[in-house]
């Protein structure tokens, strides 16, 4: 039985620690490095739900995108909702590891997976990374399709590939849609770049008033599709590439993912 090290060695070997933001935190937040893992369970959010049904299923590992910690603690209260998440899961004995934008940087990430469920070729970096890559690694995705397709048909493949419960968009539909940037979550800081590289359009989430504004005045199509939905796809991939290394190594490790929902939705009218 593999150790919680050996697992973080695997992830280091997919998405490596030195890909993530100094501003961002990574890698083994909860837990104990030497701790046996038989069951590993991998979520886009780290919620107290989440825990339970770790906990319930007798999870050692507990995998999310983004991280239980993310800014510094001063003080580690059980009556607030991180102080719940980690007690509960140091009680079970639940490790809990974070591959936020390290996971967002490699090709075959985040964005990189959103990219390719939209059909997108020739894919590259939006924002190389400074870190050395032996691949090419960055944030955000562009690609092209090999043919130009509408508008409204871009807008079908979103709502087929994603699903989304809602999906909006600001400034100038184009006649055609050949080149596209692509950044799974919060991008819309981004948006400028995207104008600079002259893409048809720029999806991405939680899009802010101004940048919508900007991308009006810019020619920019910019979509919102939602941080949950442009971001959870990437999860069963990672479930699949990790299930493949476990078992290359012999190991007898169940790896699997957790059904989580949209924390937003749309309000709907009382008739």
Not at 8 to 35: F, K, Y
Not at 65 to 92: C, Q, S, W
Not at 140 to 147: F, L, P, T, V
Not at 226 to 243: D, I, N, Y
């Amino acid at each position: 039985m593999p150790t919680v090290q050996e697992f973080l060695e695997i992830l280091q070997h997919i998405t490596p620690e030195h890909l993530a933001e100094d501003w961002d935190n990574v890698g083994l937040l909860v837990g104990d490095s030497r701790q046996p893992v038989e069951r590993v369970l991998l979520a886009l959010d780290p919620t107290c739900q989440l825990i339970e049904e770790a906990a319930r299923g007798r999870y050692d590992l507990v995998l999310t995108h983004h991280p239980v910690i993310f800014r510094p603690l001063k003080t580690l209260r059980t009556d607030t909702v991180t102080g719940r998440i980690l007690a509960e899961a140091l009680r079970n004995n639940i490790c809990l590891i974070a591959c936020h934008t390290n996971f967002d940087s490699v090709p075959e990430g985040v964005s990189g997976h959103l990219a390719s469920v939209l059909g997108l070729r020739r894919l590259g970096p939006m924002l190389p990374s400074k870190s050395g890559c032996p691949e090419t690694c960055g944030l955000g995705q562009i690609g092209e399709y090999a043919a130009p397709i509408t508008a409204e048909a871009f807008v079908a493949r979103i709502y087929r590939a994603l699903d989304p419960p809602w999906l909006l968009e600001a400034g100038p539909r184009p006649r055609q849609v050949v080149k596209v940037a692509v950044c799974g979550g919060s991008c819309s800081d981004f948006a400028e770049i995207a104008g600079r590289l002259n893409v048809d359009a720029f999806l991405t989430a939680e899009v802010k008033h101004s940048v919508a504004r900007w991308a009006e005045d810019a020619g920019l199509w910019l979509l919102d599709g939602g941080h949950f939905s442009t971001e959870s796809l990437a999860m069963q991939p990672l479930c699949e590439r990790l299930r493949r290394e476990v078992q290359q190594r012999g190991w007898a490790v169940t790896i699997e993912v957790a059904r989580q929902e949209p924390p937003l939705r749309l309000a709907k009218r009382s008739s």
